[in-house]
């Protein structure tokens, strides 16, 4: 294969670039509605997590009871709504949304503290809105470990050094967060799921359009060669991608508090392996497409959907079933995501998150390589008959 | 005799079941302006498409430049220009700029786009216009442009497809000065219309109908070789009432209204002229004159493609 020409891709960079720069609506879409959406998102996300409508059922009603209580009602992560007789009341108040989590202790509870035993007390979560609902789940559970631990500090202090269980059992679940801030785990995979929508959506429109245009034909007679044409539609955007990735990284910082802990130019690399590979995601999408509005959707479906639930963004991965957590490889913001938490959050190094920057060079390669025998193999014009008996 | 620019040996395109181009073949030579007229839907597209190499042929084989289209397209390519049937340039970038670009897409380099810039720009009349966005200029000026962008890189053929549709009169005259001075300069013109007044302009004309290839030659040959009765130009009292009278002889051939005269073909000119004088005259209409007159090529034309629909064939493959 002769190497490509520079001058033929010098053409198409510079057509791109002016072509982007007479359609500012674009060009603000891509820039900015990343940061925008991340501002949006954010403190939506945030505030719902916070003052989470709590109700209480106290069966015990003795002062070590209480003072659990006062533990939930005295965090900012929930909003003591009523304090009710019986479980049975629980249903009505978080069928009509008054309440979205519960906390029931049990009858016993002090008794069994001071015996030595675990009473069991129970959380109820609305699982209808998955993403307070877990949240809330991870904060009671902080919440009853930090009281256990207290009194298990007291008892011990009590017996004198004696072997104690821990007191209280409660299925801890706070994700990577130790903090309990959600904008720490929330802000790396709103990046990755904003970045990943808008850049995909983007550059599904680039040849899809000429060939609506018509220019597609053109270029097809010059000599420009499809991975000229490629990299040259690439280069404008991995460029403004960037910029409005860092908007996002700023923002996150400024607003949220979400610093880089590891190293920039590690996260420098793991965002452009990540921006290319969407934005190549983009590229064969409109190479196989005909009309920017089917362009438009399958953008949307094959990045909205995907990296909402599967990259790890809302759901932990590893609380899926094996079937799903199999498809989870396919979604690259998982890997980026990975990468993202690690480098921002734990302050990873390379070594730590080079396997997910392999994934995602492979998946940029894959997505590109894809376009360009799909575009150099030219759109032949089958008819659409002969399209639909093939179907 | 040199090698044709292009040659095609039944060249067909079908669509499903459809048969948009049937099996046509036919040769152009070099430096020639080659007219392909055919109506809307005759598949003259679909032609113009499989010579550039866009939309692979069912069957049938050509070479274009000497280049086998299906094994060595990208010969094809370099060797020729394409003006698509739709516009299309860049409309959000300006004059200069698509000037620009194509000249990068075709390779060429700075030096040699330095040169070429001012001769499109005065091809194309748009001096003093480089930086005017593409999109706000007339049909007229948007065709020249893209003439001037398919010919940027010096091809020895360029493939114009319908280049003067939605034109005014006045724009359609200009552009075929414009291929005229390419075809002065040795570039074979492969151009296709349905204005059948154009086809006077070109060397060479093939007539498609229906996918298929129905007349032939120079509009000379056409003119003299398909009509071969004479037509006479019948200029008369009551044209209505003369027309219905002279359709009732057994030797009138065939009969139209010209404008304020009658055309009518007979066997032979004298004895047809001496025969529509003494028929008007037991009417008492007064017949000025009868002059033999050519047929025009929108005659020929016509005369073909009925005498095609008599037979019954060409009918038969269209939806
Ligand atoms: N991609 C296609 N699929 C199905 N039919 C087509 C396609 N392209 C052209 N046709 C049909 O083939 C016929 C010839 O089209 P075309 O070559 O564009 O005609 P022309 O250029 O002479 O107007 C038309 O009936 C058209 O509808
Ligand atoms: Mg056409």
């Known amino acids: 294969m002769t190497p490509l020409s520079a001058r033929c891709l010098r053409a198409v960079v510079k057509k791109e670039f002016r072509q982007i720069r007479r359609d500012p609506r674009s060009l603000m879409f891509m820039a900015f509605l990343p940061a925008f959406m991340l501002l949006m998102f954010g403190y939506a996300l945030n505030f719902d997590v916070k003052r989470i409508p709590l109700a209480v059922v106290d069966g015990d009603g003795s002062r070590a009871s209480r003072g659990l209580v006062d533990k939930f009602r005295t965090t900012e992560y929930f909003d003591l709504k ?82 104690a269980a821990l007191p209280l059992q409660a299925e801890v679940r706070v994700w990577y967060n130790p903090e309990l801030r959600s904008a720490k785990f929330l802000v790396p995979g709103l990046m990755a799921f904003i970045l990943m929508v808008i850049v995909t959506v983007s550059t599904a429109f680039s040849i899809v359009r000429e060939k609506e245009r018509g220019t597609m034909d053109q270029i097809r007679i010059s000599s420009l060669r499809s991975a000229e044409l490629i990299l040259g539609k690439i280069v404008p955007y991995v460029a403004i991608s960037l910029v409005s990735a860092h908007l996002v990284l700023l923002l996150g910082q400024v607003l949220f508090g979400v610093g880089i802990r590891g190293s920039y130019p590690l996260l420098l690399l793991a965002m452009l392996l990540f921006l290319v590979g969407a934005l190549g995601q983009g590229i064969l999408i409109s190479a196989v497409t005909r009309t920017q509005q089917v362009a438009f959707l399958f953008a949307v479906l094959t990045t909205m959907l995907p990296t909402f639930i599967l990259s790890g963004f809302v759901f932990p991965i590893r609380n899926m079933p094996a079937a799903v957590q199999a498809v989870t490889y396919l979604v690259p913001a998982r890997y980026f995501l990975d990468a993202l938490r690690a480098v921002i959050l734990k302050g990873a190094g390379f070594g730590a998150v080079w396997g997910q920057l392999l994934l995602l060079l492979a998946f940029a390669a894959l997505s590109l390589g894809a376009s360009a025998a799909r575009i150099g193999r030219g759109d032949k014009e089958p008819s659409p008959r002969r399209r639909r008996a093939r179907a | 005799m040199a090698e044709p620019a292009i040659e095609v040996r039944s060249l067909t395109k079908r669509f499903g079941d459809f048969v948009a181009v049937d099996a046509v073949s036919f040769e152009v030579e070099r430096g020639r302006i080659f007219g392909f007229l055919g109506a809307n839907g005759a598949g003259k597209s679909t032609t113009i498409r499989m010579l550039c190499g866009l939309l692979d042929p069912t069957s049938g084989a050509a070479t274009v430049g000497g280049h086998d289209i299906r094994r060595e397209p990208e010969r094809v390519k370099r060797a020729i220009g394409y003006m698509s049937q739709r516009f299309s340039l860049y409309g959000d970038l300006t004059v200069a700029e698509n000037i620009g670009f194509f000249g990068g897409a075709y390779g060429l380099s700075r030096r040699a786009l330095a040169e070429r810039l001012p001769w499109v720009l005065g091809l194309a009349g748009l001096v003093g216009r480089e930086r005017s966005l593409t999109r706000t200029l007339s049909v007229g000026w948007k065709q020249r442009l893209a003439l001037g962008c398919a010919v940027l890189h010096e091809p020895r053929i360029v493939f114009l497809d319908e280049p003067t549709g939605g034109v005014d009169p006045a724009s359609r005259r200009r552009f075929w000065e414009l291929i005229n001075g390419l075809s002065e300069r040795g570039i074979t013109v492969f151009v296709t219309t349905h204005y059948l007044d154009e086809a006077e302009y070109c060397n060479d004309i093939r007539l498609i109908h229906a996918g298929r290839i129905v007349a032939g030659g120079s509009p000379r040959e056409l003119k003299t070789s398909v009509i071969r009765n004479p037509i006479l130009e019948v200029a008369c009292d009551r044209i209505v009432e003369a027309l219905e009278i002279l359709q009732k002889e057994p030797w009138v051939l065939e009969t139209s209204i010209f404008g304020m005269s009658l055309h009518i073909s007979v066997e032979d000119e004298e004895e047809g002229r001496r025969l529509i004088a003494a028929r008007l005259g037991r009417e008492g209409i007064a017949v000025h004159r009868a002059d033999r007159i050519m047929p025009s090529l929108e005659d020929v034309f016509i005369h073909k493609i009925e005498e095609q629909a008599g037979t019954g064939e060409a009918g038969e493959a269209r939806p």
């Open chain 1, 82 to 163: 009523a304090v009710l007789p019986r479980t049975a009341a629980i249903d009505p108040l978080m069928a009509r949304e008054k309440v979205r989590a519960a906390l029931v202790i049990p009858a016993g509870f002090a008794e069994d503290l001071l015996a030595g035993r675990s009473p069991a007390v129970q959380i109820i979560v609305d699982g209808s809105n998955a993403m307070s609902g877990t949240t809330a789940a991870g904060y009671a559970g902080a919440i009853l470990q930090s009281y256990s631990q207290r009194i298990t500090l007291q008892a011990l202090a009590r017996r004198g050094l004696g072997s």
